[in-house]
């Protein structure tokens, strides 16, 4: 895998709306991640710089954490259920982020809304990831940042607008060293960001 993006202390980069952005950072590391106007999801992956095919596991750390709502405290695992990122500070709370909907492709966009040749989080995290020549195949499900999914008494579940507010954050601390790759989520033709695709900020503390 090739390292051609490092994010050191200090360093601070904006995600355009519908775009995406892969960096490798240190373990000890905490990165910051922003919703710079509010309620705009984004879905987080990551994956074992040393070994990609330990890559972050929704369903690990949803039994490792026996809850579907993380938040601060909570661990994110891996596949080979290794701590990956620890949520040191969340400012949206729980309920705030969803480990259950996975990620928005073609596929999904068409069967849901009729639309065809859209941007998705899937192609987007498919592109980030093609600079550390992670296969596609590496890439299930993730962490989907300030995505509100309610789940109700019977086990239904919605995507419902976010409730994250301008300048909301959630920090998360590497516990080894990581790939990352972030997809601002373009989704517009649904709840998810509130239909309107706005920036995220990342700063390495």
Known sequence: MRNSIRMEPGDEFRIAPRGYHAFQIASGAVLRIIDVEGQQCCDFVCFAASD?????????????NKSVWLTKGHVLYSTRHQPMFTIVEDSVGAGGHDVLAGMCSQASNEAKFGVTGTPNCTANLTAALSAFDVPPEYLTGPFNLFMNMTIDQQGGVTIQEPRSGRG??????????CIVAISNCPQEWGPTNARHPTPIDLVVL
Do not use: G
Request: aromatic content about 4%; overall charge neutral; charged content about 35%.
């Open 52 to 64: 990609a095919r330990n890559r972050f596991s929704p369903h690990v750390t949803l039994m490792r």
């Open 168 to 177: 909301d954050h959630i920090d998360l601390r590497a516990e080894m060293e």
